[in-house]
């Protein structure tokens, strides 16, 4: 969604909170922003999903769309000349990173991970459902 002055529009779907892409924080260095992908609340076959089940597919499935990167990510800390690997993630990118990594923070009800940019682990193509398993 965007804005009528070109923001895009970061919505949370617990919350139902907004929030503008001019209000997002500016991850510094070596961060990155993460917007959480939403969870699903009910299968395919329109079975609701019960509380535990959510909690689980949030827990073990850490995932999301990467909404900002910090002006030195996928540069090297020393020298600051860019790594050699030839993909990395960009923003609106789909990726996941480790359950318990980086800062978890809420912007005007909107929730964020802040993680190293090493603590990506892949990206994932476009169309790819991820769910959870125990």
């Known amino acids: 969604m965007t804005h009528q002055h070109g923001d895009k529009i970061y919505a ?23 917007q959480p992908a939403d969870i699903s609340t009910q299968t395919k076959s329109g079975i609701i999903l019960p509380e535990s089940a959510k909690d689980n597919q949030q827990i ?8 900002a990167r910090g002006e030195l990510a ?27 990594a980086g800062q978890k923070i809420v912007v005007n009800n909107v929730r964020f991970i802040l993680l190293n940019d090493d603590e990506i682990t892949s990206i994932l193509p476009d169309g790819v459902e991820i769910t959870a398993y125990i």
């Open 12 to 34: 949370d779907s617990l919350s139902k909170a907004t929030i503008a892409s001019h209000q997002l924080p500016k991850p510094l260095n070596w961060k990155i922003l993460i």
């Open 60 to 67: 073990l499935t850490a995932h999301g769309y990467v909404v």
């Open 74 to 100: 996928y540069r090297d800390r020393d020298t600051g000349e860019r790594w050699k690997q030839q993909t990395t993630p960009q923003v609106g990118d789909f990726v996941t990173y480790g359950k318990y």
